[in-house]
Structures are given as structure tokens and as C-alpha cells.
């Protein structure tokens, strides 16, 4: 919201400055961005009164030789604009001057004439769009005076950045009562304008009154069609960050920026029978102002007649009806529409509008018979029209709620002690009605609909009294707490993936139902019960995510895309299942702390959400350098990124077995278990996969649950003592059918090899013609030691023959020659 300061004085007479007041506006709780010195920048532009104008008939275009008098001096201007006559007052730029852009103005030969400076159009003084023709100023403006001053040009601009709980500050009427309470100075309200009384009208019949709890009509006749708005009219509407185009769009839009309420003028005359506020049919259209074509959904809220939808009611008007040049009666709707509704209208059909985005935090209920009749007197004022004295004012508005507020509750909130006269000035000062001792009560502003509750009630009172006067106590930390023993777990883990060289990324928790699909998981998928957002930050991606690797595949391509091809992510991150009873969650209030039958109510009506533990990587593993090339990430690197988090946490409880599941390549794919249950999987993405999310050819990921893993986790693991007697090593070669597990082998041998087994590890895998078709040589490293001696061959042998036994009694392995 853009606030000249001007403006707001007229409400607020603050002796401030820009700067000094927006600091104060900041202390008060409202996010102002900038502030902005107009006319500052303009210099050497004086009132100068057209004397001579020689039109210039050799040339292509219109161009006229002006003399003009400033002061005492005349001077002689080359001028290309039309749309003035001799003993018009205008802005002249003389030679010397500097206008916006520290654009110098000198004196230069042109079309066979020196020009003795410029004669200023609004755009070329910074005040407005309009470049077609010169600005022309008051009559009465005096010769040689500095135009800037005559015009009213030198202004400071408040840029205010609106929170959506802060809706009456889109108005400069909001901003001024927060400045008269900053400053403690009067407030004049401009909300309180006094009005004609409801009766007659133009007929407008609101089947939806919960849409539309109030719709006021005013017709206006007989508006000349060529009545320019004046200077100060465009002045305020363009530095509040509007075009000025005519005096009907110009009124309507200074209404809405003075007092929050937007306006929407009809042209009386392409109206057939009354207004019908209603819902839209299903398959009605409507062609909008911004000249779209647009379906309108049932849910809709639209302005109609009886050849059918007029306008998106709080959006923006429809075509049919637009005001043009030639409009001379006019309808101007002044109403109050539903906060929820506009903002779900404005969001079905991507569009945005000044009146939506006040609509949709909330404007005044009682303010638009006053806009109305604000519209309609400048309308007769300026452009010579005349408004019906009947005024059509439909209205069915709640009466607005009475909040008991205990006086002690601000200071207990800030921990700052507030006398009951600075709660009841504070709450006075903000619009509200109080009454009562303790409690008090207080009824709330209409202009405030985000005041519901009293901690609502005390955070203004803490806002105004001064937030930074609230004193910042540390608290002090319980003995004997600290970091959790899930918390330590959860950080050995970031860190180990940290170290092996993953990067940790945050993507957003939401997935759309395409990502599913191009996972390729089946119908029956358990992932596909992902929960449905009501009010989703995209559109595009309505579900919470099941699965984090949507997530961190879209963080790969995008990092792939722009140049990255080495690449290892990782996230820790609940995954969200949608449970099989979705309980209603209760609605608990602010003013004390839910019992704990609540807390479970709120609990059971949330979704499941397990800890996941997502991994993917691309590219090189080990770098290529000068010694050697590198090495591709594969399969086993998301396998091994498993079993690095479960020794991180100290867990021997994690196991691998073959598995087939999507997203992953079904031959290279893992199971993944704790204790015999599956947690997750790891492996190469299916082909079809990298393909439809544009992911380099054999991206490999992982995905577990972690809670399985901390169960079984061992947080202090004793350190290796140092071996006192030296180890004994053996290798065997087995050869097994290629269908039998790697893990199957490895964990017969270490049943048979007995206690002295220190460790043990796979080193080789050959198929060939040398272990015959359909078999598989797994070559592995066993090492022995005893603690209180040195082993001999005989029982080294002995060990070995019994965990080769074992195997062959397992899996069928047998030594190979």
C-alpha cells in the first residue's frame, strides 16, 4: 500500500517527516518497505503563461513555436503537444533545469528554431503516465513561481508491505489512525461522513446474504462525458500506485485508497432489469474486464441481471457493462462481500485485483454507504452529474461479538506490568467498545475481523504499548536437559552422510498425484494414500508427500540442469500416510492450555508421520584425476549409504535381501530390514523413471524409515580394544546359484565360522565358464583372532571347513576347485 504523506495528514496531523514516521509505523507493527521523496528530483520548473503559439506547417507532425512569459522574462519553446491555448498557465522547464532521472534541460536548435527550454507534460514531471499532451495548471497559479510548489508536487510516499490480519491498513484511513495513535493526535475519521438514509433505490435482490451481508447502490445521471479529473485527483490516485484514466475510474479508485472500500461503476444504460447477487450457473461465462473469457464455477459469487453474469462480485467487473467514453448514468456499487469467498474466487481463476485483495482480509461492513455517497458527491462535484436521493442499501450484517478480556491478561502475555487505564486507552484507541471492570468487555472495531479472540485483545495492547518495550528475558534452562537421546541419534546420522560426501537439502513436504505416477507405483501402492491439503500453497501439488524422492529427484534435475553432474542428496524428513479413520480435529481455544484429552484428539486427527530417510545420487562417486578415472555411482552406493547410517547409530540390526519394488530397476534393486521387517529399499532407479522426470540414465536412491533403526540402535558403542595376539586370515571361494543372495552366504559363513570370527567381507564375484551355467563364484576374506593366543593352521582350517559347511547346508554353496 502506497500512503502520501499528504494525504494521511489530512486524517492525522503528525508534524513528522517520512522517515521518522514510518519508524514509528514499525514500532507499531506494520512492515513499511520504503519510503519515497517525490519531487525532489525536479528543479528550474516555474509557472509560465502561453502568450504566441506559431503553428510550424512543413513538418509530418503537429509542432508549434511557443512564446511564453515567466515572471518578467519571455522566452521562445518548441512544443509538439496540441491540448493548450494562448493564456494557459503551464510548467516550463528552462534552460538550467533538471527534471526526474537528473534529466538537464538546455537550450538546443530544433526544427529551425532554438528552444528556449520545455513546456512539461505529467510523465516528464514524474506525477503520472500521461505523455499525450502539456499539464495544465490553475489560472491562478502566480508567473515565475516554482511549479513544484504550485502543484503540490513535493510529497514523501509510505510504501507499506500489508499482512493479511492488517486489511484496514490498505487504506490511507488505516494507516492514519495508526499514526494518530503513534503520535497521540487527533484522529478525524473519514468513515464517519454522514449519509443519506436507505430507502427506494435501484432493485438489487442478494440470494446469498452470506456471501454478501450488505450491497448499497447509488445511480448517478447525467455525467458529462468529457470532465476531466483535476490535478490533485490524479496526483493522489497515481502516487498511490494507480493510473489515473478517467473521472468515473479515477473517483471509484480514490474512494477505495482513502477508505479501504472498492468501488464498481456500471454503465446504467447496458443494465436489463436489477441487480441479482447470486452464485453462478454451472457452464456460465463471463468475459472480464482484462478481456478474458472465463468459465465460472458454481461456487462463484457474481453480480447479474437479467441477461446473466455481470461481474466477479469483489474481483473485477465483466466487459458488458464497462464504463466507456460515452457513459453518462452510472451505477455505482458500493458493497460487503465475504472474506473466504472472494479470496477462493480470486485464487479458482488466477486473478488478482485491488479490490480482491482487500475483500479477501476483510473490509468494513459499515463502510459502504459512506464510499457511496463519497463517489457519488465527487461525481456531481467534478463531472457535473446528479445522484438519485433514493438509495438502495441491502443488509443482513451479525451483530459483531463481545469479548470478555480479564485486564491482568496483556501484562501476564509480556510479562510487563499494564494499568487497566493503559489496557482500556490501547483497546479505545484501536476502535473498540469497552466497558466493564474486570473483565472487561470489549467489542471489537468492524473494520477488525481478525479480532476473535482475547489474546487477539492483548497482542494489541503489547503492539501499542511498544513491543520494544517488553524487556527480553533469557529463559533459564531445567538441570539435567539437553539434547535428546533421538536428537543425538539423528545428528550422528546427518552427520555420516555428511562426511561421505552427501549434501543435506530441504525440499517443500507437498507432492502432486503426477509424481506418483511417473514412480510408477501400482494402484494398490501404500504411498498413494497420501493426505489431501484443503488450502494447498500450489495448486499443482495438493497431497502431502508420502515418499520424499519426488522431492529430492526435483532438487537432482534442477541441480543436473544448471551444469551439477556429481551429485549425493539427502533428506530427513517425516513421510505423511493418511490414516484409515479420519477423526474430525477440535477446534481448542487461545485463552488457556488444551487438556490432554484434547491433545490426543488433535493427535488422532493427524496423518501418520514416519521419519524417512531419503538418499539419491548421479554422476561420479570417487572423481576422476591424475590418478586414474573415477568411478560411477550404482546400486551399491544407495545400499551402502543405508548400512552407513545404521553403523552411525550403532545398529547391527539392518539387513539386505533382493527386492522389487517401484521406483527402482528390478534387478538392481535392495530390500532393506531391520529385525527381519522391510523399512525401505535402495537401488537404480527404473530407466522409465530417470526418462519421464528427465534424470540422468542410472540415478540411484534410497528410501527407510528411521524409527526402526533407532529402536535398535546402541548410542554408546565401546571402542575396539587393541589385539595383543596377531590375526589369521583365509580366503574361500564358493560358487552358489545366481539366485541366491550375497547377505544369504555371508550370514551362513559367520553362523559356521564361530566366535573367533573378527570379520569378513566379499572381495570377488566371477560367472564364467569356470563355475558353469547358472552359477556364481563369491570370493570372501575371512580374518580370526583369538584373545588370549596365537592360532594355529589346524584351527584356522578348522573354522574355515566349519563356516564352508555351514554354507553348503544354507544355500547350497560348495568350494570351488
Excluded at 499528504?6 to 514509528?24: F, I, M, N, Q, T
Excluded at 515565475?144 to 510516499?157: I, K, M, S, T, Y
Excluded at 447479474?304 to 461481474?311: K, V
Excluded at 458488458?320 to 472472494?342: K, P, Q
Aim: net charge negative; hydrophobic share 45%; charged share 20%.
Amino acid at each position: 500500500m502506497r500512503v502520501p504523506l499528504s494525504w494521511l495528514k489530512e486524517y492525522a496531523p503528525v508534524l513528522a517527516g517520512g522517515r521518522d514516521l514510518a519508524a514509528a509505523l514499525i514500532r507499531a507493527g506494520l512492515e513499511v518497505e520504503h519510503v519515497e521523496p517525490v519531487g525532489d528530483d525536479i528543479s528550474g520548473v516555474l509557472v509560465g503563461e502561453v502568450l504566441k503559439i506559431e503553428e510550424l506547417t512543413e513538418f509530418k507532425k503537429p509542432i508549434r513555436y511557443v512564446d511564453l512569459r515567466v515572471g518578467d522574462e519571455e522566452y521562445g519553446v518548441v512544443c509538439g503537444a496540441t491540448n493548450f491555448a494562448v493564456g494557459d498557465r503551464v510548467p516550463v522547464a528552462l534552460p538550467g533545469a533538471v527534471l526526474p532521472g537528473d534529466f538537464r534541460i538546455t537550450a538546443r536548435e530544433t526544427y529551425g528554431r532554438t528552444s528556449n527550454g520545455m513546456i512539461c507534460s505529467a510523465r516528464e514531471l514524474g506525477i503520472g503516465a500521461d505523455h499525450a499532451g502539456i499539464l495544465i495548471l490553475d489560472p491562478t497559479a502566480p508567473l515565475g513561481a516554482d511549479a513544484v510548489e504550485a502543484l503540490g508536487l513535493r510529497d514523501e510516499v509510505l510504501d507499506i508491505a500489508v499482512t493479511p490480519d492488517r486489511g484496514y491498513c490498505l487504506s490511507v484511513r488505516g494507516v492514519a489512525r495508526e499514526a494518530a495513535t503513534a503520535y497521540d493526535v487527533p484522529f478525524t475519521d473519514p468513515g464517519l461522513a454522514p449519509v443519506p438514509a436507505a430507502g427506494g433505490g435501484y432493485p438489487v435482490t442478494v440470494e446469498d446474504p452470506e456471501g454478501c451481508p450488505r450491497y448499497v447502490a447509488r445511480v448517478v445521471r447525467g455525467l458529462d462525458p468529457g470532465a476531466q479529473s483535476p490535478f490533485w485527483l490524479r496526483q493522489r490516485v497515481t502516487l498511490g500506485g494507480m493510473r489515473a484514466i478517467s473521472l468515473a475510474v479515477d473517483v471509484t479508485n480514490y474512494v477505495l485508497l482513502g477508505l479501504g472500500q472498492p468501488l464498481h461503476a456500471f454503465d446504467l444504460a447496458r443494465l436489463s432489469g436489477g441487480i441479482v447477487v447470486r452464485r453462478a450457473t454451472p457452464g456460465e461465462r463471463l468475459t472480464t474486464l482484462d478481456g478474458v473469457d472465463r468459465a465460472l464455477d458454481p461456487a462463484d459469487l457474481v453480480i447479474a441481471d437479467s441477461s446473466g453474469a455481470l461481474a466477479l462480485a469483489g474481483v473485477m467487473g465483466g466487459a458488458t457493462t464497462e464504463v466507456s467514453a460515452a457513459t453518462t448514468d452510472l451505477l455505482i456499487e458500493s458493497a460487503h462481500f465475504a472474506a473466504v469467498g472472494i479470496g477462493r474466487t480470486s485464487r479458482r481463476h488466477l486473478l488478482t485485483s485491488e479490490a480482491s485483495k482487500r475483500f479477501e482480509r476483510g473490509t468494513d461492513p459499515l463502510l459502504p454507504p459512506v464510499a457511496a455517497e463519497v463517489a457519488v458527491t465527487l461525481l456531481a462535484t467534478l463531472g457535473g452529474a446528479t445522484a438519485d436521493p433514493d438509495v438502495t442499501d441491502v443488509a443482513t450484517l451479525p451483530q459483531r461479538p463481545t469479548i470478555a478480556l480479564r485486564v491482568a491478561a496483556p501484562g501476564e502475555r509480556a510479562g510487563v506490568t499494564y494499568p487497566r487505564a493503559a489496557v482500556v486507552r490501547r483497546l479505545t484507541e484501536v476502535g473498540a467498545d469497552v466497558s466493564g471492570d474486570d473483565p472487561l468487555h470489549v467489542v471489537p472495531p468492524s473494520w477488525r475481523p481478525d479480532l476473535t479472540e482475547a489474546v487477539d485483545l492483548t497482542e494489541e495492547v503489547m503492539r501499542l504499548e511498544g513491543y520494544d518495550e517488553i524487556p527480553g528475558v533469557l529463559p533459564a534452562a531445567p538441570a539435567g536437559l539437553g539434547v535428546t537421546r533421538r536428537q543425538r541419534l539423528l545428528r550422528r546420522i546427518g552427520r555420516s552422510l555428511a562426511d561421505a560426501g552427501y549434501a543435506e537439502v530441504v525440499p517443500y513436504p507437498f507432492m502432486a498425484e503426477q509424481s506418483l505416477d511417473d514412480l510408477g507405483l501400482a494402484a494398490d501402492d501404500l504411498r498413494r494414500r497420501a493426505p489431501r491439503l484443503a488450502n494447498p500453497v500450489n495448486d499443482a501439488e495438493p497431497l502431502l508427500a508420502t515418499t520424499l524422492l519426488p522431492g529430492l529427484l526435483a532438487v537432482l534435475a534442477r541441480n543436473v540442469g544448471r551444469g551439477t553432474h556429481d551429485i549425493a542428496l539427502f533428506q530427513l524428513a517425516p513421510a505423511f500416510f493418511e490414516k484409515a479413520e479420519i477423526r474430525p480435529a477440535p477446534h481448542p481455544g487461545t485463552d488457556h492450555r488444551p487438556d490432554d484429552d484434547t491433545l490426543a484428539a488433535l493427535d488422532a486427527a493427524l496423518p501418520d508421520q514416519p521419519l524417512h530417510l531419503g538418499v539419491v545420487l548421479t554422476g561420479d562417486r570417487e572423481p576422476r584425476g591424475h590418478w586414474g578415472v573415477g568411478r560411477s555411482a550404482t546400486w551399491q552406493d544407495a545400499v551402502q549409504a543405508a548400512r552407513l547410517v545404521a553403523a552411525a547409530v550403532g545398529s547391527t540390526a539392518l539387513s539386505v535381501r533382493p527386492g522389487d519394488t517401484a521406483p527402482w530397476h528390478p534387478g538392481r534393486c535392495a530390500e532393506l530390514l531391520v529385525d527381519g521387517a522391510v523399512v525401505g529399499w535402495a537401488g537404480e532407479l527404473h530407466p522409465r523413471v530417470c526418462a519421464a522426470l528427465g534424470l540422468p540414465p542410472r540415478t540411484c536412491a534410497a528410501e527407510l524409515a528411521v524409527e526402526p533403526l533407532l529402536d535398535t540402535a546402541v548410542e554408546h558403542v565401546p571402542a575396539p580394544a587393541l589385539p595383543t595376539f596377531p590375526p589369521a586370515g583365509v580366503d574361500v571361494a564358493l560358487v552358489v546359484g545366481t539366485h541366491v543372495p550375497a547377505a544369504d552366504v555371508e550370514a551362513a559363513l559367520r553362523s559356521g565360522a564361530g566366535p573367533l570370527l573378527e570379520s569378513l567381507h566379499l572381495f570377488d564375484v566371477y560367472t564364467g565358464p569356470q563355475v558353469g551355467e547358472g552359477g556364481t563364484s563369491l570370493a570372501y576374506h575371512l580374518r580370526f583372532r583369538a584373545p588370549d593366543r596365537t592360532l594355529t593352521d589346524e584351527e584356522v582350517n578348522a573354522m574355515r571347513d566349519a563356516a564352508v559347511a555351514a554354507a553348503h547346508q544354507a544355500v547350497g554353496a560348495t568350494l570351488r576347485a
